[in-house]
């Protein structure tokens, strides 16, 4: 079976410059995850999607972060402007949501970003 | 709020030696509890969860258990292997839906 799928798995760019950041979660799934982990903070949470609609964007640093989710197979991640402390590996991650019923969930190999 | 606090690494430890990785949690209720390992370059996976106090995971010759009295989900595995050589994550979530609340994260080291 296919993870979940990121693009790219690497990326960098210049500061000021526009960064999109692609996942493709596991079929079936109907939750997803966006995380950033940087050596400072570890791992955070930025964004999470139930059956498409955004739950919890309060993790997003700023306004300069969206994210979109047109469709349960496709999910986008964008920073317009990019800045170099945005500089981190971005992970998304996908679970299949039953109610009492905790199912793990899956990342992708994630996305490294440098902005320059 | 929801927080998990993890031994800091890096933790180096030789070939066959015994591993404990502490870890507590802070939370009203009673989530779930996880651990995920991370190898060099890759996403982080599941190695092994509980849902319910007294609860054991297991996975890989890796075990914790949920201690509800201690809030704590230590993990532990009594010959460790060089390719064993990870960050290891402690997590807790209240469902499947819910996002995880990580710990920082322990490197480990296994040295032959």
């Known amino acids: 079976d296919a993870g979940v799928i990121q693009s790219p798995r690497h990326e960098v760019t210049e500061m000021g410059q526009e960064v999109t950041l692609r996942c493709k979660p596991i079929?079936?799934?109907?939750?997803l995850f966006w995380y950033r982990q940087t050596m400072m903070r570890g791992l955070e949470l930025l964004i999470y999607?139930?059956?498409?609609?955004?739950?919890?964007d309060s993790g997003m640093p700023e306004d300069r972060f969206s994210a979109k989710m047109p469709n349960a197979s496709f999910s986008t991640l964008k920073i317009q402007p990019s800045e170099p402390r945005d500089s981190a590996v971005y992970f998304c991650?996908?679970?299949?949501?039953?109610?009492?019923?905790?199912?793990?969930?899956?990342f992708g190999d994630g996305t490294r970003l440098s902005i320059l | 709020g929801n927080s998990v606090t993890q031994m800091e690494g890096p933790v180096t430890l030789s070939e066959e030696a015994f591993l404990t990785i502490n870890c507590t949690y802070t939370a009203t209720g009673y989530p779930s509890l996880f651990w995920y390992v991370q190898y060099p370059g890759e996403g982080l996976q599941l190695l092994l969860k509980?849902?319910?106090?007294?609860d054991k995971g297991s996975n890989k010759g890796f075990e914790a258990t949920y201690r509800k009295e201690t809030t704590s989900f230590h993990l532990e595995k009594g010959s460790v292997q060089v390719s064993d050589s990870a960050v290891y994550f402690c997590?807790?979530?209240?469902?499947?839906?819910?996002?995880?609340?990580f710990g920082k994260g322990t490197s480990l080291l296994v040295t032959p």
């Open positions: 509980a849902t319910k106090a007294d």
């Open positions: 991650a996908s679970t299949q949501t039953r109610t009492g019923y905790n199912q793990p969930q899956h």
């Open positions: 997590a807790l979530s209240w469902d499947s839906g819910y996002a995880l609340n």
């Open positions: 079929s079936g799934h109907n939750s």
């Open positions: 999607f139930n059956n498409n609609v955004p739950i919890d």
